[in-house]
Structure formats: C-alpha cells, structure tokens
C-alpha cells in the first residue's frame, strides 16, 4: 500500500473530528531518512508534533489502529482545548 500525505490527513481529520471542531490545523509530511511520518497539530500559538511509523500511518488508513496518534490528539485537545479554552469551537 502507498501512502501519501494526503490520504493519510484526511484519514486523522476523519478519525479525530476533534480536530475539526476545535478547527486545529494538521500536517502531514513524510521524513526522507527514517520513512516515519511527522504530524503536527496546532491552535495558532500552541502546537505538537510526533512521529508514527510507515507501519502505523497504513494501520491508520486501513482503519485498523491509530492509538499512539489518538492518544496525542486527545492530550492536546485535553490540554488546550477543553481545559486551557485556547481553540476555537
């Protein structure tokens, strides 16, 4: 299966519809020399970013799993969302 990036935010803006709720901004891009994947999650001033392996991005679009990312998306929303009150609703 060939992943690309914009399959792969479009798959998380589906999974987590957190992310457009709280109208957070999402990249998705690909780093050259481990083949992991960088996803950045931001409100403007705060953001997060982590990386997922090849393996995870195709569990992810396979609708398999996306726990480690699920678990980021939630700490931010958590964190800056609904308790900090920093994103939009």
């Known amino acids: 299966m060939t ?4 399959s792969l935010e479009e798959k998380i803006r589906t999974l987590y519809p957190e ?3 709280h109208s957070l901004g999402v990249t ?3 780093d050259k020399q481990t083949g992991d994947w960088l996803i950045s999650i931001d409100n ?3 953001s997060l970013s982590t990386h997922i392996s ?3 991005a195709a569990d992810c679009i396979d609708g398999t799993k996306c726990v480690h990312l699920g678990v980021q998306i939630g700490t931010f929303v958590e964190n800056y969302c ?3 009150g920093a994103c939009l609703t």
């Open 3 to 6: 992943i690309d990036a914009r």
């Open 19 to 21: 992310i457009g709720k």
């Open 28 to 30: 998705v891009t690909k």
């Open 44 to 46: 403007g001033e705060h």
């Open 54 to 56: 090849e393996q995870d």
């Open 82 to 84: 609904l308790g900090g």
